[in-house]
């Protein structure tokens, strides 16, 4: 069964990339008058405590959000990710952190009918997930199941609405998450080609980490799609650490829109100055 919680990592560097990066994306399409459908396979609990067992054990979100708030940002994603958070919380506080079906709900429109469908398996977080959904009282805007998202994903694209941004963000606990991340894609892109894709990973000294960027890379090429592609790594930390855990993450999005890139070229740098902590710190931004 699943031991990953993301309950451990929320806030975390990783958490600010990705957060940081679908803000822009939903942001992009929720300029439009026409309504948005997002799928997000891979949920988690949706909201979480920073002062928690949980959090304040791993202490993840210290090199994450918690050095983001405390410092001057200018890039406008950052400036738009650090005021999303903030409006999860008291003035001057990060107890809560928003997960990404939290991130996109905020920026959903009713008016315009958006709708938000999760996807959530661990029994647990499933359980967490439907009651924070609950208090949201969004009625048929979010819709959530415990439910495999790699599967579920099939019957929902095309969308009705003929947009979408789907978000696929598993725990790659499993080896086998990684193959199932580009089978996902492959088929989704033949069931809806205009669809916007957004893939988190972790970088990672296992084969099959190294090769999802290139996997992606080819199959959006091989179907004749854009892609984006970010690495945020904020290097090892000066102190020696038993288990140091996570050092570095990347985004790939295949369709991305044409804003996201130029926000990134200005935020990943600053992103980089606030988290960078020491020996092999640094960000890469690529594109089709
Ligand atoms: N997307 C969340 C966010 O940004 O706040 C974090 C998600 S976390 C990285 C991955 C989640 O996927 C875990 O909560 C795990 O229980 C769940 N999970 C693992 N396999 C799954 C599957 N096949 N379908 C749906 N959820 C799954």
């Given at each position: 069964m699943f031991s990953y919680r993301h309950g451990f990592h929320a806030g975390n560097h990783a958490d600010v990339l990705k957060h940081t990066v679908l803000i822009a994306v939903v942001k992009h399409l929720t300029a439009k008058d026409s309504p948005l459908s997002v799928i997000d396979t891979h949920a988690g609990a949706g909201l979480y405590r920073l002062d928690d067992d949980f959090a304040g054990t791993s202490g993840e979100a210290l090199d994450g959000i918690h050095k983001l708030r405390q410092a001057v940002v200018s890039a406008p994603l950052l400036q738009d990710y650090i005021e999303l958070v903030a409006s999860?919380?008291?003035?001057?506080?990060?107890r809560i952190y928003p997960g990404s079906p939290f991130v996109v709900q905020a920026l959903l429109r009713k008016a315009a009918r958006d709708k938000l469908h999760l996807f959530e398996m661990h029994p647990t977080d499933s359980k967490a997930l439907a009651a924070h959904v609950e208090q949201l009282q969004a009625g048929k805007q979010v819709t959530q199941q415990r439910a495999d998202g790699f599967e579920s994903l099939k019957a929902l694209l095309p969308p009705p609405s003929r947009r979408a941004l789907v978000l696929v963000d598993p725990s790659y606990e499993i080896k086998s998450d990684y193959s199932k991340v580009v089978a996902a894609l492959q088929d989704s892109l033949k069931r809806f080609a205009t669809g916007v894709y957004m893939v988190w990973y972790p970088v990672i000294p296992r084969p099959e980490a190294h090769d999802l960027p290139r996997r992606l890379k080819t199959l959006s090429n091989n179907a004749g799609k854009p892609w984006l592609h970010a690495t945020l790594s904020i290097g090892h930390a000066e102190e020696k650490k038993e288990r140091p855990g996570l050092t570095a993450s990347g985004v790939f999005i295949v369709n991305p829109p044409h804003t996201v890139k130029e926000g990134l070229q200005v935020a990943l740098p600053e992103m980089l100055a606030v988290l960078g902590r020491g020996k092999g710190k640094g960000t890469t931004l690529e594109s089709s």
């Open positions: 999860f919380n008291r003035p001057g506080e990060t």
